[in-house]
Nanobody, 121 residues
Framework: QVQLVESGGGLVQTGGSLRLSCAASGSIFSIATMGWYRQAPGKQRELVAT???????NYVDSLKGRFTISRDNAKKTVYLQMNSLKPEDTAAYYC???????????????WGQGTQVTVSL
């Protein structure tokens, strides 16, 4: 069984910073791309950033320069450093990963349970 567990969310004032972490665990053979999505109340879930196994990153244009994605392959963990936070960044943030479990020959999509980020004025 494969699990993604996020941590690091919370309440922060405008202009502040938070660092989210997401650790993969379980019977894992390989992890390809990892990433972060977010979903604000009443809105669709949207991509924030992704990072592949070699460190190549992709960001939604509106967040470039404020958010930084990174990963530690040895720890099977992906991070999201969020700086200069704004009230519109308030959302539930979800970790996502493309993982091949030990029990299969194919990659599947896995999601974390989400962590809430709230940015106050």
């Amino acid at each position: 069984q494969v699990q993604l567990v996020e941590s690091g969310g919370g309440l922060v004032q405008t202009g502040g910073s938070l660092r989210l972490s997401c650790a993969a665990s379980g019977s894992i053979f390989s992890i390809a791309t990892m990433g972060w999505y977010r979903q604000a109340p009443g809105k669709q879930r949207e991509l924030v950033a992704t990072i592949d196994s070699t460190g190549n990153t992709n960001y939604v244009d509106s967040l470039k320069g404020r958010f930084t994605i990174s990963r530690d392959n040895a720890k099977k963990t992906v991070y999201l450093q969020m700086n200069s936070l704004k009230p519109e960044d308030t959302a539930a943030y979800y970790c996502w990963a493309s993982i091949r479990p030990l029990t299969t020959n194919s990659f599947g999509h896995y999601w974390g349970q989400g962590t809430q980020v709230t940015v106050s004025l």
